[in-house]
């Protein structure tokens, strides 16, 4: 194995997140399981007030595409919601 084999094998995966603005997430999704590559995950409402679909690599990279749920909501209000209550 050459140098440059073996620092490609040994590089750490990339995760980005890119805005999906109005992007139709349930079409890229059912695209991207119709490939035999990597893993689909979602798309899926997360409680920080987006909907988010995780797209990965055979080789660990991750690519996450979000959009808002409710542009209406202040950031205050958002993590209010996203807030776990404590027990007791």
């Known amino acids: 194995m ?9 590089r750490p995966a ?4 890119f805005a999906a603005a109005d992007d139709d997430l349930d079409a890229i999704a059912a ?3 119709g490939t035999s590559a990597g893993s689909v995950e979602g798309p899926v409402t997360r409680p ?5 679909l995780v797209c990965t690599d055979p080789v660990g990279n991750v690519v996450i ?3 808002p749920v409710d542009t209406g909501r202040s950031f205050d209000e958002v993590m209010d919601a996203a807030r776990i209550a404590p027990d007791g």
């Open 2 to 10: 050459s140098g440059e084999q073996a620092a490609q094998q040994h």
């Open 31 to 33: 695209d991207v399981r």
């Open 65 to 67: 595409l979000s959009q």
């Open 14 to 17: 990339l995760t980005v997140t």
């Open 48 to 52: 920080w007030n987006a909907v988010e």
